[in-house]
C-alpha cells in the first residue's frame, strides 16, 4: 500500500496555520463589504509590493480608509513612504490622500506595537488585514511547502 502524500495546497495550508496560530479572527470579512467603503490594513507599504497595493487600494472606489503599518526608521514614514513611491514610478503624492493612516509599529509585538486606541479601530473596522510575507521574518527559518 503506497503511502500519500499531502498536495501542495494541503502543506500551504499547513504552512499558513502554523504562522498564524494565535492571530486574531478577522471581525468581518470582504463577503460582508460595507457600503461606505472598505476599512484596510496593509503592511510593509515602503517595499516593493506594499507600494504598488498602497496605491491601488488608495485608488479605489471601493475603499473607505487604509492603514499603512511599517516599521519605525530614522527617516519620517511619510517621506519614507513617498519616496519608495516616486522610486517605483508611483504618485508620491497618495502619501497625502485622506484614505491614508500611516503607522509605525512592529507585527511581532502585542497589538502589533501601536497604541491600543488605534489597535481597536483598525481591528474594529478592518475588514482585510493583509500581512506581507515579510511578517514571516520573525521566524528564524521557514518549513519548506
Known amino acids: 500500500m503506497t503511502e500519500q502524500h499531502p498536495t501542495r495546497q494541503e502543506r500551504v495550508s499547513q504552512v499558513v496555520n502554523t504562522y498564524t496560530e494565535g492571530f486574531p479572527s478577522p471581525s468581518r470579512s470582504l463577503a460582508t463589504r460595507s457600503e461606505d ?8 507599504t ?9 496605491a491601488t487600494l488608495l485608488v479605489s472606489s471601493n475603499v473607505r480608509r487604509v ?3 511599517n516599521r519605525a526608521s530614522k527617516i519620517g514614514l511619510k517621506d519614507r513612504q513617498r519616496m519608495s513611491l516616486i522610486d517605483r514610478g508611483l504618485d508620491g ?13 512592529d507585527v511581532t509585538k502585542p497589538m502589533m506595537g501601536i497604541l491600543p486606541d488605534v489597535y481597536t479601530e483598525v481591528s474594529s473596522f478592518a475588514v ?7 511578517l514571516c521574518s520573525r521566524y528564524t527559518s521557514l518549513s519548506p511547502i
Open 46 to 54: 515602503t517595499g516593493s509590493l506594499g507600494c504598488y497595493l498602497l
Open 93 to 105: 503624492d497618495l502619501v497625502d490622500c485622506s484614505k491614508l493612516v500611516l503607522l509605525i509599529g
Open 37 to 44: 467603503g472598505d476599512v484596510i490594513l496593509v503592511t510593509g
Open 128 to 134: 482585510l488585514e493583509i500581512l506581507e510575507l515579510t
Open 67 to 69: 492603514y499603512a503599518l
